[in-house]
């Protein structure tokens, strides 16, 4: 089971090489760890940074003199502005993009009978992304039939190269002579603060990989799905044609054409050979 009776999914991570990605987001690492760590962390935290800051006050004011002024005003406004501050910086949610990764590469290969582009998001934390969309954007200078330049012009693509893809005509050949970017956006909200998160990468022609798979990096132990993160980047080649998804697309086309058309052309010579043969009276 993937997901028990209570919502929680049965997946287990292992193999993060870039733990230093948990510390950049320091905020949602201290949510996200359970109540008796939380609670040791919260206690040390106060007793460390007062004994410190207690011990470099009464220095400072030993030296100064001021242990001998009574009576004075206290003003906590200070501490308030910078304790906000401290608060808003370390939970921004651009941190909690640090834990989420994607492959170094997009690979072309046939998923479903069809041609595909394809990469990997990756989410090094056990908390979950609440509604995560994902949308990918070609950048790609280009010139009209009318002689107008247009320098990097966005548009919308999928991984299924259809005829509704800017990558319709690319072929394995191609792939080397074309200049572009995509550039691929994840949203989502962050389920520890219930904050807007944005994740943001882009590949160029360089870095995809026409005729190759990713290698599976889930696996079935004890009853939870474990992500091994070792093989996130692993890629395998595979039998993949060069042609341009256009070009197989006509080609599978011609190819029903021409069956369609056989039976309007009547039987094959050797079937009326055959048939003649049998029609012939005996005593012929």
């Not at 962390?41 to 030993?62: N, P, Q, R």
């Not at 206290?74 to 608060?87: L, N, P, T």
Request: net charge neutral; charged share 25%.
């Amino acid at each position: 089971r993937y997901v028990t009776k209570l919502g929680k999914c049965q997946v287990n991570l292992g193999n993060i090489q870039e733990k230093k990605r948990f510390l950049s987001d320091i905020f949602t690492t201290i949510v996200d760890l359970k109540y008796r760590w939380f609670l040791f962390v919260f206690m040390m935290c106060y007793i460390v940074t007062w004994v410190v800051f207690g011990t470099i006050y009464l220095f400072d004011a030993w030296v100064r003199g001021d242990v001998w002024h009574q009576g004075d005003p206290e003003w906590s406004m200070i501490d308030a502005m910078m304790v906000g501050c401290m608060f808003v910086k370390i939970s921004r949610p651009k941190k909690r993009a640090q834990t989420l990764i994607f492959s170094k590469h997009c690979v072309i290969s046939r998923r479903d009978e069809k041609l595909c582009l394809m990469f990997r998001v990756g989410d090094l934390r056990e908390s979950h992304m609440v509604d995560a969309k994902i949308r990918a954007k070609l950048i790609k200078s280009r010139q009209t039939p009318e002689g107008e330049f247009i320098p990097l012009e966005q548009s919308d693509i999928c991984h299924v190269i259809d005829c509704h893809s800017p990558f319709w005509d690319l072929s394995a050949e191609s792939l080397h002579r074309e200049q572009f970017e995509i550039i691929i956006i994840l949203e989502g909200i962050v389920e520890a603060t219930g904050m807007t998160c944005q994740a943001r990468s882009s590949y160029t022609e360089d870095e995809i990989l026409w005729g190759y798979r990713f290698e599976p990096c889930m696996s079935l132990e004890k009853g939870a799905f474990r992500v091994d993160y070792s093989r996130f980047d692993m890629t395998f080649e595979v039998q993949t044609p060069v042609a341009s998804a256009k070009e197989l697309h006509e080609l599978r086309e011609l190819e029903q054409g021409a069956l369609h058309a056989q039976p309007l052309l009547g039987p094959p010579p050797a079937a009326l050979c055959s048939a003649g043969h049998r029609a012939q009276p005996r005593g012929l």
